[in-house]
């Protein structure tokens, strides 16, 4: 509990107070680094689940409907069984299957027309006569996409039979495991992308920043060596990495390219005029 008041209390100086960079300048590097990290970790923690309550609902009522079509789309009375790589139904071929659900009219123009077509005599030329996204023939399952088609050797199946039961079935453990495989497939991908991109791109800032402020101190005679004006950099980003934070929950985006740059930029130079030429070595004790 004191390390996690350690740190709310180094982020609000970092802040809302220039003249608190002189204590942080008294304490080892590592000190900065240490609070760099849990600040890009609490920021990708916030923004990932708060992402996760923002788009969830709509990812879930979303992937419940693509199931319900999938359960609507497998005919009431179609056996399928396929064994050592050999299929057969129990309904004259071809057999088409229509596409699911219900679209609006420039999505159709993306969609095919069918589902799946089952013909042991069907090759390739077939997706689009049949304009199927997928084809069943005697050996292979052809798949329609961009480029040449994706054709998939049967013989690797196992040996299984389905028919409508055991298809609604199957989508009925689907949709118990979504409940709590959701949100890691949403919240996972988030918070490690926010992770390189606050520790990555976001840091190199950090390098940009650092020299520009080593610079004008040296340009201003109020000089502080690059490892400060680097550390003065990594704690005045706080500020920008909660705008930026914020930005994110309510999605919108300022319409400045370089913000984020702006904002810990002012914030060093500020900082920098307060903190002098010769900050007093020695260590403090509060750490994040």
């Known amino acids: 509990m004191k390390k996690i008041k350690a740190f709310f209390y180094v982020a609000y100086k970092s802040v809302v107070s220039p003249k608190y960079y002189g204590e942080i300048l008294k304490t080892p590097f590592e000190f900065s680094l ?104 005697e050996k ?29 079935g199957a989508i009925g453990d689907v949709r118990k495991i979504s409940g709590w495989l959701l949100p890691l497939i949403l919240i996972l991908p988030v918070f490690a992308g926010l992770m390189v991109y606050y ?9 940009i920043v650092g020299g520009l402020l080593f610079i004008l101190g040296r340009t201003l005679k109020n000089g502080v060596s690059y490892k400060n004006a ?13 705008i930026d934070t914020v930005f994110s929950l309510i999605n919108l985006q300022l319409p400045l390219t370089y913000w984020f740059l702006a904002v810990n930029l002012v914030m060093g130079i500020f900082v920098l005029r307060e903190v002098g030429e010769n900050p007093v070595e020695g260590v403090v004790q509060e750490k994040p």
């Open 230 to 242: 680097f550390r003065i950099a990594l704690h005045t980003m706080t500020l920008p990495v909660l």
């Open 34 to 137: 240490k609070y760099y990290a849990v600040l890009v970790l609490i920021a990708a923690v916030i923004t990932s689940v708060g992402t996760y309550f923002i788009e969830a609902p709509k990812i879930k009522d979303t992937f419940q409907n693509a199931l319900t079509e999938a359960e609507k789309v497998y005919p009431e009375d179609l056996i399928f069984t396929i064994k050592a790589g050999e299929w057969e139904i129990n309904k004259p071929e071809p057999l088409v299957i229509p596409f699911p659900g219900t679209y609006e009219a420039k999505d159709k123009e993306k969609l095919p027309e069918n589902l799946v077509v089952f013909d042991k005599a069907g090759t390739v030329e077939d997706l689009e006569k049949r304009n199927t996204a997928i084809l069943v023939n």
């Open 199 to 207: 520790a990555i791109f976001r840091g190199a800032y950090l390098i």
């Open 140 to 168: 292979n399952l052809l798949v329609k996409k961009a480029g040449e088609p994706g054709v998939y050797p049967l013989k690797g199946i196992p040996d299984t039979t389905l028919d409508k039961g055991r298809v609604v």
